[in-house]
């Protein structure tokens, strides 16, 4: 049977983490290795070690709001709406936040410096295992066989490495650390503590390294040192005392206090026990899905691999498509797991102090994009994260509405209205971005319930939607419902000022935000129906959701992104013909109003994308690949699949804006799974848009709306074999390419019932 693995004959490059390294994480943490022979550098993360946020230094912080900022906003509004745009442009730079913003930071590396004897190393391999979470390096030196391997647990909270040689007393090294923050540093009974607190905000943390080995280990200021040895075993734990909780965001435990423990269990259970007991949890996720392209593969280290992708050699792309719709999966289970906080930029991994974006939570496409795959992929677990992260945010958001929307909670009043802006970060940053022209993103909110009201489509979780998710949804509803205006001029309800990410001028109703609004709206009337509550609130919404009207076609066929763009004053000037961001497709994907029922939208979005066309950064690649799979187009699709495995993947497969952005990872792999199933339009359609370069193959365990899992198999492009398994029950409509045309079948289903056809 293949395994899923990315795997190399030569060590990566210090100088070169991000196109390297080779990852592995637990959410909570993260630990990238290179492989190094002599000296091995491991960069550590720990996922809520940032800087920023309220402190000592800096009492006043107020969540990145500027106060009193809603009369500015008024202001752009009412010179929009009189045509007056120049004098609403002036007006912008006071529709900004605060620019001391915080950032995601590195914890430290782990340096390993071995004693080898010679350079003389033969067989060398380092590999990540997929199928199990494992990372392994091996290679001879002197005849003796060194082995490194390295795992992150979930259910234990640690990260375990273990180096053994093949003779015994043949292993010998120093462990110290590198690159660490202001604190201590002390070696003491075999432990490795490292302990202090952010420079910037007094964040404290405690990361501790227990070795155990059947050689001696010295503990030696600050390092540890193991000599003759042939093993010994590295856990690794960290903690930081902040807390999801505003307004404080710490906790009054001391981190030390959560890593103990968790390094005493880690020791007590041992290498092989706590390796059982990660195999099962994450093999648990990992293994429900399975996806086959064609019948021959060829396994290559992961640089040829991509080399012969270049190269069209089709048993590599067999194994590269596949492998990099696994290793989004993989991604997405390391780096987002209940109690952690949500996937960043870069998911947990992250080599500086001063990362590009400050690795943050953007929410004008790229935290949405890290969860497209979690439903259709069947990784709904995974998703906890964001939902609690973006419930944190309701109460700092509801300042954000207040300063800049005019939207007040009160006592007497409570949860009136959240909002937030394109950059968060875990200290309730909401506020707008520091500069209009990328900060200023009303809807982004709108369009991140679109990830949390899929829980409910996906899995029928009732208990969920009611306690976890209507409650942040219901307050978003609240803040849109109060937000519109009627625009005399348009003739609707309209968000304004409206700015289209990242491009463009400052308009009126964009289609960004009014079709964002729209889909929210739509999955709050079924969210309120479905729980039966609030018709008061449903009554408003339904009222307004026929006045949003977000779609327009312009004169040159294309689906106007901007609502004013064919009058003659409207501004170019900042318009940009390529632009990476497509966001007036948010309605064909991840919303549903452009669909196939609708063939005049879906041939102007189709239009529209080839007006954009298809260069671009690695995560708009990757939004392209699901845009094209909904307009069913299967060899469009795969122009962009194959566009961003050539032109933006580094050679450890990790997606490239550049510089590294872990979204097209996660992008392309939900667009691959949107390729061989979708259930948007209320029909459940296999392979809907299957390229002819894949003749055959097969999947397991991919996930429709309605609680459906299914297997298919396919041959020359006609389905041959489903299963499929209801995890609810109830109607549903199958739709696929058989042999002699497309074929539908209607299903009565039995909730656990598994139903079987071949073909
Ligand atoms: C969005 C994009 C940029 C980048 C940043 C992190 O704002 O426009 O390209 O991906 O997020």
Same mark, same amino acid.
């Given at each position: ?18 196109q ?10 993260g ?19 940032? &800087?920023?946020?309220?402190?000592? &230094? *800096?009492?006043?912080? =107020?969540?990145?709001n ?7 906003v ?26 001391d913003?915080?950032?995601y930071? !590195?914890?430290?590396?782990m ?13 060398y ?19 003796v ?6 795992? &992150? +647990? ?7 490495? *273990? ?6 007393? &043949? ?42 080995? @059947? ?9 540890? %040192? ?11 734990c960290?903690?930081?005392d ?23 269990t ?14 099962? @949890?994450?093999s ?24 012969a992708?270049r ?8 194994r ?28 947990v ?28 992929t ?30 007040e ?19 309730g940053?909401?506020a ?18 679109q ?6 489509e /996906? ?13 942040i949804? %219901? ?8 937000w ?7 003739? %609707? ?14 308009t ?8 964002l ?9 079924k ?11 449903a009554g408003?919404?339904r ?36 632009? *990476? ?12 109003q ?11 979005a ?16 990757? =939004? ?5 799979? *909904?307009?069913? @187009? ?7 699949l ?9 050679q450890? !497969?990790? @997606? ?12 392309? +792999? ?46 020359n492009?006609?389905v041959?074999?489903? %299963?499929?398994?209801?995890k !609810?029950?109830?109607?549903?409509? !199958? ?6 045309g ?14 079987? /056809?071949?073909?």
């Amino acid at each position: 049977m293949r395994t899923d693995r990315i795997y190399f004959d030569k060590p990566g490059d210090f100088g070169l983490w991000e196109q390297t390294c080779l990852p592995i994480g637990n959410g909570y943490m993260g630990a990238s290795m290179f492989g190094g022979i002599r000296t091995e550098r491991v960069v550590l993360n720990e996922k809520t070690f940032w &800087a920023g946020g309220p402190c000592e &230094a *800096r009492p006043d912080y =107020y969540g990145g709001n500027h106060r009193d900022r809603f009369k500015y906003v008024r202001q752009v509004q009412e010179y929009l709406a009189a045509g007056e745009n120049k004098k609403a442009e002036e007006l912008l730079p006071m529709l900004t936040g605060d620019g001391d913003f915080g950032t995601y930071l !590195l914890l430290c590396d782990m340096v390993l410096d071995f004693d080898l004897p010679d350079d003389n190393v033969s067989g060398y391999r380092r590999c990540l295992d997929l199928q199990n979470s494992l990372y392994t390096c091996e290679f001879t030196c002197s005849g003796v066989k060194h082995t490194r391997e390295a795992f &992150a +647990s979930y259910p234990a909270r640690v990260i375990a490495f *273990r180096f053994t040689a093949s003779e015994k007393g &043949a292993l010998s090294f120093t462990l110290s650390l590198d690159k660490t923050h202001s604190g201590h540093i002390t070696a003491e009974n075999s432990t490795l503590v490292c302990s202090g607190a952010a420079e910037d905000n007094g964040l404290r943390f405690d990361a501790r390294f227990r070795v155990y080995s @059947d050689g001696e280990v010295i503990s030696q200021d600050d390092r540890l %040192r193991v000599c003759n040895a042939s093993e010994a075993v590295v856990y690794f734990c960290a903690a930081t005392d902040y807390d999801m909780k505003y307004p404080k965001y710490r906790t009054d435990t001391d981190p030390a206090c959560v890593t103990t423990p968790l390094l005493h269990t880690a020791e007590r259970l041992g290498w092989d026990a706590l390796y059982d007991e990660h195999y099962n @949890d994450y093999s648990a996720l990992f293994g429900r899905v399975t996806l086959k392209i064609n019948d021959e593969e060829k396994e290559l280290p992961a640089d040829k691999l991509l080399e012969a992708y270049r190269d069209g050699d089709r048993a590599a792309m067999n194994r590269l498509e596949t492998l990099y719709f696994s290793y989004g999966r993989y991604l997405l289970i390391s780096s987002s797991r209940t109690g952690s906080l949500p996937a960043n930029l870069q998911g947990v991994w992250n080599e500086s102090n001063t990362p590009p974006w400050c690795c943050d939570y953007h929410i004008n496409v790229n935290l949405q994009m890290n969860y497209w795959g979690a439903y259709n992929t069947n990784l709904a677990e995974t998703v906890p994260p964001l939902t609690d992260f973006l419930n944190s945010l309701r109460e700092p958001g509801r300042v954000t509405a207040k300063e800049y929307y005019g939207i007040e909670s009160t006592p007497e009043n409570p949860e009136n209205g959240w909002t937030a802006h394109t950059q968060c970060s875990p200290f309730g940053w909401t506020a707008p971005g520091w500069e209009f022209y990328w900060g200023w993103s009303t809807a982004a909110v709108a369009w991140l319930m679109q990830n949390l009201w899929e829980h409910y489509e /996906f899995t029928g979780n009732r208990d969920y939607l009611r306690d976890s998710i209507y409650p942040i949804m %219901r307050e978003s509803v609240k803040f849109y419902v109060q937000w519109l205006i009627y625009d005399k001029k348009q003739d %609707r309800m309209v968000s304004s000022p409206t700015y289209s990410p990242e491009h463009g001028p400052a308009t009126v109703g964009n289609t960004y935000e009014q079709s964002l609004i729209e889909q929210l709206f739509i999955d709050f009337l079924k969210a309120s129906a479905e729980l039966n509550t609030d018709p008061e609130l449903a009554g408003k919404v339904r009222e307004l959701l026929p006045m949003l009207k977000p779609y327009h076609i312009g004169k040159n066929g294309l689906l106007k992104e901007w609502y004013e763009e064919d009058e003659p004053d409207f501004d170019r000037s900042k318009v940009q013909k390529n632009h *990476r961001h497509i966001s007036h497709l948010m309605g064909l994907f991840p919303g549903k109003q452009i669909n196939h029922s609708h063939p005049e939208l879906m041939n102007a979005a189709i239009a529209t994308m080839n007006d954009r066309g298809d260069e671009s950064t690695g995560w708009a690649r990757a =939004y392209k690949i699901n845009l094209w799979a *909904r307009t069913g @187009d299967g060899d469009r699709t795969y122009k962009l699949l194959r566009g961003l495995l050539e032109s933006c993947t580094f050679q450890n !497969l990790w @997606d490239f804006h550049p510089p590294f952005q872990i979204d097209g990872n996660f992008g392309a +792999s939900a667009g691959i799974a949107e390729m061989l199933i979708q259930s948007h339009e209320e029909v459940i359609k296999l392979l809907p848009a299957l390229p002819s370069e894949w003749h055959s193959g097969s999947f397991t365990g991919l996930c429709a709306r309605g609680g459906y899992v299914i297997d298919a198999s396919w041959n020359n492009g006609a389905v041959t074999h489903i %299963r499929i398994m209801p995890k !609810l029950g109830g109607k549903c409509v !199958l739709e696929f390419p058989a042999t002699g045309g497309k074929r539908t079948i209607g299903l009565n289903t039995e909730k656990g019932k598994t139903l079987e /056809f071949s073909f």
